[in-house]
């Protein structure tokens, strides 16, 4: 059973297998771990590459970049950067990408992150704490229908209108909100029902969190930046773990997989297909048991089509 603070990397086996599955036995290239996180899949990546392989990865999270400092491997390097910035990567370069989206254990179970309704502590939710505005810095100034907007769409969150004027209501008594406890408390009292065993602020800090790190853009601005920095026959693989996220990644990978046909010129030849799909998987039960935190996991993979000569 994981505990609180440690992290243990979902579908670590599978992720890894299907990223190097075309590579052979001791893969060369260059290699992609969009998001570090605790480092769980790129040591296991350098594990398996050769001396001739490279391993870059990306990470927004200061702490992200102090651990993988402790990897002493001249084969990796890492940038303080989201993976939006895959886009700097030359054309056809990269050999496969993997993308773990979310947020660690350690960062869920830190009160100082402010991620969790779990824990009290200051309401930030910023993925880089380096740079950008906080949650509570961002509630303290929106208005309801900025926030109602955010929370119904990043939280799917049916109570987004009165949750989005008790935030206002309260900033206008008593000042703005400032930390976790208070805002899940307040949400606790402005949602009328919720489903059996779901905190009732999980909707609400999901999307807070979502917004204020641009997490979906960021998401397909990498997607789109895969079609170019890959080369033919490099895999892209991506675990997400809520539904908005793995909608983006579905609808991507099934867009690019098939031929393109032009309207406008119905006699011109069509644009080949860019990806194809090679299926879905979800964690087994026995890792599930082993991690809670897995049972929402999704991991989808493509691979990029041969370009046409």
Not at 150 to 170: C, D, N, Q, S, T
Request: proline content about 6%; some cysteine; glycine content about 8%.
């Amino acid at each position: 059973m994981a505990h609180a603070g440690e992290h243990r990397t979902v579908l670590l086996d599978e992720a890894v297998d299907a990223l190097l599955e075309r590579a052979g036995e001791a893969p060369a290239g260059l290699w992609v771990d969009a998001t570090f996180g605790r480092g769980g899949h790129t040591r296991r990546i350098l594990s398996r590459l050769s001396p001739q392989g490279r391993l870059l990865a990306f990470d927004k999270d200061p702490q992200a970049i102090e651990e993988a400092a402790r990897i002493q491997d001249a084969r990796f390097c890492i940038r303080h950067a989201g993976f939006r910035h895959l886009t700097e990567l030359p054309a056809g370069s990269v050999a496969g990408v993997l993308m773990d989206l979310g947020v660690s254990s350690p960062q869920i179970d830190a009160p100082e992150r402010g991620f969790s309704f779990r824990f009290d502590g200051p309401l930030d939710m910023r993925m880089d704490t380096t740079r950008g505005q906080s949650a509570a810095d961002w509630l303290a100034h929106a208005d309801v229908a900025q926030i109602a907007e955010v929370i119904r769409e990043y939280g799917e969150e049916r109570f987004a209108g009165p949750i989005a004027k008790a935030i206002v209501a309260r900033r206008q008594e008593r000042g703005p909100l400032e930390r976790t406890a208070e805002l899940a408390d307040l949400v606790a009292g402005a949602v009328k029902t919720r489903e059996p065993g779901q905190n009732p602020a999980t909707r609400t800090f999901q999307a807070l969190r979502i917004f204020i790190n641009a997490e979906l853009e960021e998401l397909q601005q990498a997607l789109e930046a895969c079609l170019t920095v890959l080369a033919p026959g490099g895999r892209l693989v991506v675990i997400s773990f809520h539904s908005l996220e793995d909608r983006i990644v579905k609808q991507f990978i099934a867009q690019h997989s098939k031929e393109v046909f032009d309207r406008r010129a119905p006699f011109a030849a069509p644009q080949p297909m860019r990806l194809k799909a090679l299926g879905r998987i979800k964690p087994g039960a026995a890792e599930v048991a082993a991690n809670p935190r897995a049972r929402s996991a999704v991991m989808r993979v493509a691979e990029r089509t041969e370009v046409p000569a």
